[in-house]
């Protein structure tokens, strides 16, 4: 169990380009989830999957976002046209189905974005 | 919108001593309540989750919930140094929000040797 992965660790851009996060869940959790954190405050929730899925979305969540599991396995969370809103951690975190009750969710390093 | 409140402190204890963490949500219905510490410039870390009303142990740790009160708290024994964090309470969303954690601002807690 190596934990949650996430890919890059950091991110500066400009705004108006676009950028793509990577995610990788505990191996065996089917359930995967996005979140943002602006300093100052608690993680946000964007998105969640369960294996290829995608059964929740924020209107956080704006056309600027999208969100994908294609293969049930990693996820990547892409932002169009960035704006300098858009700073912040993002978080991803896995959870394994068996856990229906609690449903823990197991938090990644996150990638920090920073837009310009 | 599901709120969770907790008071942002900053709470300063002196090593040794007993921690006491707050937050109060706003969903009555709400059933199961997580306790995460984040270290500045980190993501959070699970401390310990909670859905039966009372208390929970796990080691230095004791997370007690009261849902007639719509109350849970994080009890922090022997306080330490490496304690100091900012802990986070989050609430499990229910029905069309089943797969959502909310989160509160999060208390920063130092813990002075």
């Known amino acids: 169990d190596t934990g949650v992965s996430q890919d890059p660790r950091h991110k500066i851009t400009k705004r108006g380009q676009n950028v793509t996060f990577r995610c990788d869940p505990i191996?065996?959790?089917?359930?995967l989830y996005w979140y943002r954190q602006t300093l100052g405050q608690g993680p946000e929730f964007l998105t969640y999957f369960q294996n290829e899925a995608q059964l929740e979305k924020s209107r956080l969540l704006s056309d600027r976002f999208s969100a994908e599991r294609p293969k049930g396995s990693f996820s990547t969370l892409e932002i169009q046209r960035t704006e300098q809103g858009d700073s912040a951690m993002y978080l991803c975190?896995?959870?394994?189905?068996?856990?229906?009750?609690?449903?823990?969710?197991?938090f990644g390093p996150g990638t920090r974005l920073t837009v310009l | 919108q599901k709120e969770v409140e907790q008071n942002s402190g900053p709470l300063s204890v002196p090593e040794g001593a007993i921690a006491s963490l707050n937050c109060t949500y706003s969903?009555?219905?709400?059933?199961?309540f997580f306790w995460y510490r984040q270290y500045s410039g980190k993501s959070p870390e699970l401390i310990m989750f909670?859905?039966?009303?009372g208390d929970k142990e796990d080691g230095r740790f004791t997370a007690q919930l009261n849902k007639a009160s719509q109350y849970v708290s994080l009890l922090i024994r022997d306080s330490q140094p490496s304690d100091s964090a900012t802990y986070l309470c989050?609430?499990?969303?229910?029905?069309?929000?089943?797969?959502?954690?909310?989160f509160g601002r999060g208390t920063q807690l130092t813990v002075w040797p």
């Open positions: 909670i859905y039966s009303n």
């Open positions: 975190a896995s959870s394994p189905e068996r856990e229906k009750s609690t449903d823990t969710q197991y």
């Open positions: 191996s065996e959790h089917n359930r």
């Open positions: 989050a609430v499990k969303g229910r029905g069309s929000t089943l797969g959502r954690l909310y």
């Open positions: 969903d009555r219905g709400s059933q199961s």
